[in-house]
């Protein structure tokens, strides 16, 4: 379930927010009615960062096979 929360709660209430963060995987910041930030527990980012690198890898590897697959 997304959760929300305003500039002023973040403000306010920094740490609350964080735990909210923490245990939901992630909290988006809104203002005027418009979300404009996320913030995400690091250990979520790291772990997107690290099948980014994955990602990037196996390209690498199988680089040959993809341009062949391509004709």
């Known amino acids: 379930m ?3 929360v305003t ?3 973040v ?3 920094f740490n609350g927010v964080m735990e ?3 245990a ?3 909290v988006t ?3 005027n009615s418009h979300p404009i930030a996320q913030i995400i ?3 979520e980012v790291k772990e997107e960062q690290d099948m980014v690198k994955l990602a990037e890898e196996f390209m690498d590897e199988y680089d040959d096979m993809f ?3 391509a004709k």
């Open 2 to 4: 997304p959760i929300s």
């Open 7 to 9: 500039a002023t709660e």
């Open 11 to 13: 403000a306010r209430n």
């Open 20 to 22: 909210k963060a923490r």
């Open 24 to 26: 939901a995987g992630s």
């Open 29 to 31: 910041v809104i203002k």
């Open 41 to 43: 527990p690091i250990d």
């Open 67 to 69: 341009v062949e697959l």
